[in-house]
């Protein structure tokens, strides 16, 4: 699917449109439109973290949903990494860096797993609380681009 040696994946999130949508036009909050916008603005092939999907391709076309990592148990989550990975190597088996734009339920198991698989990983946000995040996306981003 991707020919890039690099992939930007961006969490879901809460706040969603109502109506079926390409997966980077149904998620609706300040945070995921500046994620969104960074990566784009870089020029970075990515993708997004669904709880309920996976790996979604961002012009994939997806109904909304109410399902949140922060809910499900240990095992569900680690499950949850493991398909990610798995759909990683089936579409993206040419990359090598990972950019992870998402909060630590996400991350929890899944840097883990793709480290051990080889892949290098970048967490440019960890550590930093939501506003730190969102002045992190102003800082690296050109405004009237």
Not at 12 to 18: F, L
Not at 34 to 50: F, H, N, P, T
């Amino acid at each position: 699917m991707s020919r890039c040696e690099s992939l930007a994946l961006v969490s879901c999130v809460g706040k969603k449109g109502t109506q079926p949508s390409a997966a980077k036009d149904l998620y609706q909050s300040d945070w995921f439109f500046k994620a969104r916008k960074y990566v784009e603005q870089q020029g970075l092939d990515w993708c997004i973290l669904s709880t309920k999907y996976g790996l979604v391709h961002r012009d994939t076309v997806i109904e909304s949903y109410e399902q949140t990592l922060k809910v499900l148990p240990a095992n569900q989550r680690r499950q949850w990494s493991e398909d990610v990975l798995n759909q990683i190597f089936q579409d993206y088996s040419e990359v090598k860096l990972i950019r992870l734009f998402a909060g630590e339920y996400y991350r929890q198991y899944l840097v883990t797993r793709l480290e051990e698989a080889g892949y290098t990983v970048e967490v440019p946000l960890k550590g930093l609380g939501i506003g730190q995040q969102l002045s992190w996306f102003k800082s690296h981003t050109q405004v009237n681009v």
